[in-house]
């Protein structure tokens, strides 16, 4: 109930193209989904972020798609740029209880954009 | 950059020792939590503390430890390394445990 599943592992794209990058989770508790990109040698660092009381948002190239009936969410890229290539996280956590501030983050995407 | 600094960038241990891991928080920033990241894997959860006080624990056994100082600095400590315990270690501070996270470069210890 824990887990957030990532998928696909690894991702190529053209330059120019869409990159798409999918996760599920199962606790319904879960309200804050944020995404992140890590960089080799460097920490993640925080993309973009929903709550479940939208289904999308925008921010520059980026968008989070939120499904809330389906426990699902997805990271889109648009005009996907070699600089974009990076791993990135899906994460979720809640803000009560114990549990708080406690991100639980996916097992990651590599993405690899050719020029 | 977050403003997030880690000491040592990296470490090599043999099994048994020892070890502590250092972080320093953004100024202001009363939260800090721990994670463990092993080779292609997610950031995994250790603990967190807000005000100097543990503020939850993942699944994690008490031979990993920390310390929060007034400072904004904190401490991750682990007793009796195994291999398993070689990863990257990431420490990330917030204003709350309700704000955005905002993470270091990591530690990247080896456990020989």
């Known amino acids: 109930q824990q887990q957030v599943k990532q998928s696909p592992q690894s991702l190529i794209v053209q330059k120019g193209g869409i990159s798409i990058i999918n996760c599920a989770y199962e606790n319904t508790a879960f309200d804050y989904f944020p995404w992140y990109q890590q960089f080799p040698g460097k920490g993640p660092a925080l993309l973009i972020a929903i709550r479940p009381d939208v289904s999308e948002k925008k921010e520059g190239r980026f968008t989070i798609s939120f499904n809330k009936s389906a426990k699902q969410f997805s990271l889109h890229i648009m005009d996907s740029q070699p600089g974009d290539s990076a791993t990135y996280f899906c994460a979720a956590n809640m803000n009560y209880g114990g549990s708080q501030g406690n991100l639980i983050f996916g097992k990651g995407t590599k993405l690899s954009v050719k020029p | ?112």
């Open chain 2, 1 to 112: 950059e977050t403003g997030v600094t880690q000491s040592p960038t990296h470490l090599i241990k043999t099994r048994g020792q020892q070890v502590t891991l250092r972080c320093s928080s953004q100024s202001g920033h009363n939260t800090v939590s721990w994670y463990q990241q092993a080779l292609g894997q997610g950031p995994q959860f250790i603990f967190q503390y807000y005000r100097e006080e543990e503020n939850g624990r993942g699944n994690f056994p008490p031979r990993f430890s920390g310390l929060q100082f007034p400072n904004y600095s904190s401490e991750l400590n682990v007793n009796a390394l195994e291999l398993d315990d070689s990863a990257l270690y990431l420490c990330a501070s917030s204003f709350t445990f309700r704000d955005r996270q905002f993470f270091g470069p990591g530690t990247r210890l080896t456990v020989l």
